[in-house]
Nanobody
């Protein structure tokens, strides 16, 4: 299984970025696809998730109303649209697939993890 995250970069506060996660190597029916982030010196935290089959979405309170998770089943890709970015959103962002257990860091019940893509928000 491969999860390839891309789309990170440097953006000013208030700006936007869209992250992509290309998934391959198995079918993800019944799985949850999620985005997580880890800032320097901090624990990895849940950001957003979407069920592969039904498209049900979940968000951390800190990103509700600003971030949108979506998926393209045909392309096996999950997206994270990030708007109104804040300096505190600066982190490495990881995509993952699994059974999602939001309250169980650091792996949150996820079985597969991709490498991170760095998002830096300047003030």
């Amino acid at each position: 299984v491969q999860l390839q995250a891309s789309g990170g970069g440097l953006v000013q506060a208030g700006g936007s970025l869209r992250l992509s996660c290309a998934a391959s190597g198995r079918t993800f029916t019944g799985y949850v696809m999620g985005w997580f982030r880890q800032a320097p010196g901090k624990e990895r935290e849940f950001v957003a998730a979407i069920t592969w089959s039904g498209g049900r979405t979940y968000y951390a309170d800190s990103v509700k109303g600003r971030f949108t998770i979506s998926k393209d089943n045909a392309e096996n890709t999950v997206y994270l649209e990030m708007n109104s970015l804040k300096p505190e959103d600066t982190a490495d962002y990881y995509c993952a697939a699994g059974r999602l257990r939001v309250g169980v860091p650091p792996n949150y019940g996820m079985s597969y993890w991709g490498k991170g893509t760095l998002v830096t928000v300047s003030s």
